[in-house]
Nanobody
Framework: QVQLVESGGGLVQAGDSLSLSCAVS????????MGWFRRAPVKEREFVAA????????YYSDSVKGRFTISRDNAKNTVSLQMYNLQPEDTAVYYC?????????????????????WGQGTQVTVSS
């Protein structure tokens, strides 16, 4: 049984930074690509970032590229999302997810349906 537990959400002001963390247990996260997604009110869940099992490859949505950084610590089975210059449109519930394979390729890295396991989410609210 895989368990993903997010932490680090909160209420910040526009321009602030925030770091999210995802603790993975139940199966070695080192074997899988990991991702972060978010769901804003009345919107569908959308891809934010992903990182390959080794950490060599990273992927970002256009909306966060240059502001967010995904990283992982395989020794600790954790995946982090460092968010800089947050804006009100970043307000959402953020989810950690485990990809179905060790590596992803192309558009598959961005697809919700390719991720098998999900955390419960952590709320990030950015005020203007």
């Amino acid at each position: 049984q895989v368990q993903l537990v997010e932490s680090g959400g909160g209420l910040v002001q526009a321009g602030d930074s925030l770091s999210l963390s995802c603790a993975v247990s139940g199966r070695a996260a080192i074997l899988y690509t990991m991702g972060w997604f978010r769901r804003a009110p009345v919107k569908e869940r959308e891809f934010v970032a992903a990182i390959s099992a080794t950490g060599i490859m990273t992927y970002y949505s256009d909306s966060v590229k240059g502001r967010f950084t995904i990283s992982r610590d395989n020794a600790k089975n954790t995946v982090s999302l460092q968010m800089y210059n947050l804006q009100p449109e970043d307000t959402a519930v953020y989810y950690c997810a485990q990809y179905m394979y060790q590596s992803c390729s192309g558009q598959a890295c961005y697809e919700v349906a390719r991720y098998n396991y999900w955390g419960q989410g952590t709320q990030v609210t950015v005020s203007s």
